[in-house]
Antibody
Framework: QVQLVESGGGVVQPGGSLRLSCAASGFTFSKNGMHWVRQAPGKGLEWVAF????????YYADSVKGRFTISRDNSKNTLYLQMNSLRAEDTAVYYC???????????WGQGTLVTVSS | DIQMTQSPSSLSASVGDRVTITCRASEGINTYLNWYHQRPGKAPNLLIYAASSLQSGVPSRFSGSGSGTDFTLTISSLQPEDSATYYCQQSYSTPLTFGGGTKVEIK
């Protein structure tokens, strides 16, 4: 069965950096685009970034553009999110999710919490 | 960016009731509209894609309709396990955007 497991969350000071990982299993990772979506405490869902199956196209929300970088290693079945210049408003649970090829998110991980605080 | 507006923001209904949630897009998105639900402390789960297609494994009491700017999610007979927050999401263009959510509670 499809499994997505995020890791790398934690507490970081404003201006700091963090790299999230998402380990995928149960499907052919190299055939699917992947997303990061976040959810601030008590708030709704916010799409963060997308990467095409081969890594050649990437899209970002304006709120993270220039600070966050999405990448993938198909040999390791792993998705990444490098987060730099973190702000308090980046505090959220970060989910990775699989794309069906139509920007529909059909499987989600359990999420990893990122807290930006001094 | 395409704005997605859901209504109501919350509702309370009894087991067996028919429940309807509405989602409106700020511009036409054809049928590029998806529905998810999220139980407390859990990840979102895909229910409906392309406005009206039921995701595999999702109970048939869930259905979706609409096109253009106005969409509806219907639960034909509310069950206790349907207590969750429901989100619509447009897949017409980036940035992908979600509605603000509708919290469904069981009376």
């Amino acid at each position: 069965q499809v499994q997505l497991v995020e890791s790398g969350g934690g507490v970081v000071q404003p201006g700091g950096s963090l790299r999230l990982s998402c380990a995928a299993s149960g499907f052919t990772f190299s055939k699917n685009g992947m997303h990061w979506v976040r959810q601030a405490p008590g708030k709704g869902l916010e799409w963060v970034a997308f990467i095409r199956f081969d890594g050649k196209n990437k899209y970002y929300a304006d709120s993270v553009k220039g600070r966050f970088t999405i990448s993938r290693d198909n040999s390791k079945n792993t998705l990444y999110l490098q987060m730099n210049s973190l702000r308090a408003e980046d505090t959220a649970v970060y989910y990775c999710a699989r794309d069906t090829s139509s920007w529909v998110l059909d499987y989600w991980g359990q999420g990893t919490l990122v807290t930006v605080s001094s | 960016d395409i704005q997605m507006t859901q209504s109501p923001s919350s509702l309370s209904a009894s087991v067996g009731d028919r429940v309807t949630i509405t989602c409106r897009a700020s511009e036409g998105i054809n049928t590029y509209l998806n529905w998810y639900h999220q139980r407390p402390g859990k990840a979102p789960n895909l229910l409906i894609y392309a406005a009206s297609s039921l995701q595999s494994g999702v109970p048939s009491r869930f259905s979706g309709s609409g096109s253009g700017t106005d969409f509806t999610l219907t639960i034909s007979s509310l069950q206790p396990e349907d207590s969750a927050t429901y989100y619509c999401q447009q897949s017409y263009s980036t940035p992908l955007t979600f509605g603000g959510g509708t919290k469904v509670e069981i009376k």
